[in-house]
């Protein structure tokens, strides 16, 4: 069975220093592949999306960025975080034609 | 494109009372359509989809929707409220077998009344 491995489930962060989230996907092979935020009391924000290795959708222009170095693993990063990088953020899969599947989330705070 | 309105950021039921959480969508196809259950600090979990076919869907914790393509409405209900079933809710529409671009509405916290 498929199953999505997101970690860490909260982190704490210095405004300023760096950022790199991780998100994993087992038992599919090619998926689609989705980074969401949602702020405290607010909706999903897509952020960005990948349909292949290397290949990066960037829905909102921020100071996060996307990668896909193979074909189940999507990382999320910032080289500076600001305070209004804080949020719950969510990574999640898919095939065509299904529903998301979603990690169970990384509760970042910055400081 | 395609979005979703969902109606009412809270609702408040009373346990075994009906429960309906209103979602309208506008899409320039054929939708695909979908509800979402998240727990506190937890991710989305699929509680039904309606792609094609039957148009009252029914999903897990004794969940269905009615996708009514006249009034543009997926509406979520639940006959009779268990306090379990407190939680945030998102209605999602993508445009068919495509879902890169699905888009999630605002969310509906429910709330249930002992």
């Known amino acids: 069975s498929q199953t999505i491995h997101q970690w860490p489930a909260t982190l704490v962060q210095p405004v300023g220093s760096p950022l790199s989230l991780e998100c994993t996907v087992e038992g599919t092979s090619n998926p689609n592949l989705y980074w969401y935020r949602q702020a405290a009391g607010r909706g999903l924000q897509l952020l960005f999306y990948?349909?292949?290795?290397?290949?990066i959708s960037s829905e909102v222009p921020q100071n996060l960025s996307a990668s896909r170095p193979q074909d189940r693993q999507f990382i999320l990063s910032s080289k500076k975080l600001l305070l209004s990088d804080s949020g719950f953020y969510l990574c999640?899969?898919?095939?065509?034609?299904?529903?998301?599947?979603f990690g169970s989330g990384t509760r970042l705070t910055v400081v | 494109a395609q979005s979703v309105t969902q109606l009412g950021s809270h609702v408040s039921v009373s346990e075994g009372a009906l429960v309906l959480l209103r979602c309208n969508y506008s899409s320039s196809v054929p939708p695909y359509l979908f509800w979402y259950v998240q727990y506190p600090n937890q991710g989305l979990q699929l509680l039904l989809k309606y792609t094609t076919g039957a148009t009252l869907v029914k999903g897990i914790n004794g969940f269905e929707a009615e996708f009514k393509k006249s009034e543009t409405s997926f509406h979520l209900t639940k006959p009779s409220a268990h306090m379990s079933d407190a939680a945030e809710y998102f209605c999602?529409?993508?445009?068919?077998?495509?879902?890169?671009?699905?888009?999630f509405g605002a969310g509906t916290r429910l709330t249930v009344k002992p």
């Open positions: 999640a899969w898919t095939l065509m034609g299904y529903g998301y599947t």
């Open positions: 990948s349909v292949g290795i290397g290949q």
């Open positions: 999602a529409v993508s445009g068919g077998r495509n879902n890169n671009d699905m888009r």
